[in-house]
């Protein structure tokens, strides 16, 4: 009984792992009015959710899509991650230009930037293990991320 009770508790952990079920999603819908924003809590960190037109999209505020101002909007429509990107009025973008991707050498930048706060982290983490008492089991990292600001221009109707 209790490996059934372990097996169904690991199927659920993998199946909600992106912290969105299929009746959260279904929850969304039926409790957001169009036209209505709200705060949402996936993945570990808080997003900016619309509702337009029956549809519910994220607000991007990825550093990946930094270089493609066009895109504002991401559609969660399923719990996969399968979505599309929108621009601020809702539209599909035009098709990407080589001009919107990242250059190598950006990318380059970006991830030597990466490696420096990854050090800094275990770096900030020795620290506080060092000052905490060696009898304390649970540790406790936290990270405190700068959040990236996207203006938008939300349609009525």
């Keep these: 009984e209790i490996f059934l009770l372990v097996n169904l508790l690991q199927g659920f952990l993998s199946s909600?792992?992106?912290?969105?079920?299929?009746y959260?999603?279904?929850?969304?819908?039926e409790s957001l009015q169009d036209g209505q924003l709200a705060a949402f809590f996936r993945n570990n960190h808080f997003s900016t959710i619309y509702k337009f037109r029956k549809q519910i999209y994220?607000?991007?505020?990825?550093?990946g899509f930094l270089s493609q101002p066009q895109i504002v909007w991401e559609s969660l429509r399923e719990i996969s991650g399968n979505s599309e990107f929108f621009t601020h009025d809702f539209k599909t973008p035009s098709p990407l230009s080589s001009k919107n991707f990242q250059s190598e050498?950006?990318?380059n930048r970006d991830y030597q930037l990466a490696l420096q706060l990854r050090e800094e982290e275990l770096r900030q983490l020795e620290e506080l293990e060092n000052q905490q008492s060696g009898s304390q089991k649970n540790k406790q990292k936290i990270v405190v991320?700068?959040?990236?600001?996207?203006?938008?221009?939300?349609?009525?109707g």
């Design 105 to 107: 050498e950006s990318v």
């Design 58 to 63: 994220v607000l991007v505020t990825d550093q």
């Design 24 to 29: 959260g999603l279904s929850q969304l819908h």
């Design 145 to 156: 991320a700068k959040p990236h600001v996207v203006n938008a221009i939300i349609p009525r």
């Design 16 to 22: 909600s792992a992106s912290q969105l079920t299929n």
